[in-house]
């Protein structure tokens, strides 16, 4: 079946007629700024949530009709975390420099477990997601102090579930998405399989702190893509993972370019505050100076307003954003104008931290 619909789409009418490059007006030089809000968060979708493909064959951002991109910010199905602390601070753990993060001497530790506790966060549909299991089984002791920060310490292997429909009603130009896996597939629904990726696409296989993974780079062939597609999701439908592998500018093979490790303060998108992180090694203290060292991240927030705890408090609560938080990644398969996804990417979530 699969080379059916392969060589079925493959017929000159369902090109694209030119590359995703030339295609889109989201990006450097073109039309709308990439850091635009035209260029970021999702991407238009039909009443029954797929993604709407434009005349061009390209998608377009749900607030500007006129903005194509090759990329969407779109709400995961499941989105898998593994978590190793967490706490409330009277001061700030984040720090612009030094060799390790210290978030022990003014932080209360409501979490704590050095081995990870995996967290799946599922989309509810609702604008909400449940957390499974829960972080916490027996409550929260705190202080009775005023908290103007807190803190969670994270893997930097964020894992992805997640399949995506595609409207082709509006374009000529295609009938289906194409994607990975053993060969080129084709589909109007696409959705993780088990491969891993990085932030930047980087090549080559990781060491062993990370698993001794071979790494796909999304560049339009089956083989390095992280999606497979057909008319519906089968037996590979599986969690796709992403390493955050540095804070700045990375390109080549895996460990190969030099490491930014903080990434300083910005605005939450679930507001309460703002976030910051800082790649960290295994000892969850010292700061990464090489990709295949940092193994997890510091994510502290900024709190707006802090957290006053006294006797009369009764909840303490914390709260996972997942708007957004997967990148749905197209290019044009490998030799072909051909619309190819190659992944979906996990970005960080954003945490809300509330007490009352």
Request: with cysteine.
């Amino acid at each position: 079946m699969i080379f059916s619909l392969f060589f079925s789409f493959a017929h000159a009418e369902d090109t694209l007629g030119d590359s995703v490059e030339n295609l889109k007006t989201c990006g450097e030089g073109k039309t709308y700024d990439e850091d635009s809000d035209s260029c970021g968060g999702p991407c238009a979708v039909n009443d029954s949530g797929a993604i709407i493909i434009a005349s061009n064959g390209l998608p377009y951002d749900a607030g500007n009709s006129a903005a194509y991109r090759d990329s969407c910010n779109m709400i995961p199905d499941l989105y898998r975390v593994t978590l190793y602390k967490g706490g409330l601070c009277t001061s700030d753990p984040y720090s612009a420099s030094g060799t390790s993060v210290d978030y022990t001497s003014n932080c209360d530790l409501f979490f704590s477990d050095d081995n990870g506790k995996a967290i799946t966060l599922t989309n509810q549909g609702d604008g909400t997601a449940t957390a499974s299991p829960s972080l916490v089984e027996d409550g929260v002791n705190l202080g009775i102090k005023t908290y103007t920060h807190a803190f969670m310490v994270m893997s930097n292997h964020l894992q992805i579930k997640h399949d995506q429909v595609y409207d082709f009603s509006a374009t000529t130009t295609a009938t289906a998405m194409r994607g990975g896996g053993d060969a080129i597939t084709t589909g109007t629904t696409c959705w993780t399989i088990d491969r891993t990726s990085t932030f930047s696409n980087l090549d080559g296989t990781t060491g062993a702190n990370h698993g001794s993974v071979a790494l796909r780079t999304g560049d339009g062939s089956a083989a390095e893509a992280s999606t497979k597609c057909g008319s519906a999701v089968d037996g590979t439908f599986d969690y796709a993972t992403e390493i955050i592998e540095t804070f700045g500018e990375a390109n080549g093979n895996w460990n190969a370019s030099a490491v930014t490790s903080r990434w300083p303060y910005a605005a939450s998108s679930l507001g309460g505050g703002n976030k910051a992180a800082i790649l960290i090694q295994s000892d969850l203290e010292t700061v990464a100076t090489t990709m295949e060292n940092g193994v997890a991240l510091l994510y502290a927030v900024d709190l707006t307003n802090p957290l006053v705890i006294t006797e009369d408090t009764t909840q303490f609560n914390i709260g996972f954003g997942l708007s957004g938080s997967v990148s749905v990644d197209f290019t044009t398969q490998d030799g072909a104008d051909f619309l190819f996804i190659t992944k979906h990417g996990a970005d960080p979530v954003d945490i809300l931290f509330t007490a009352n």
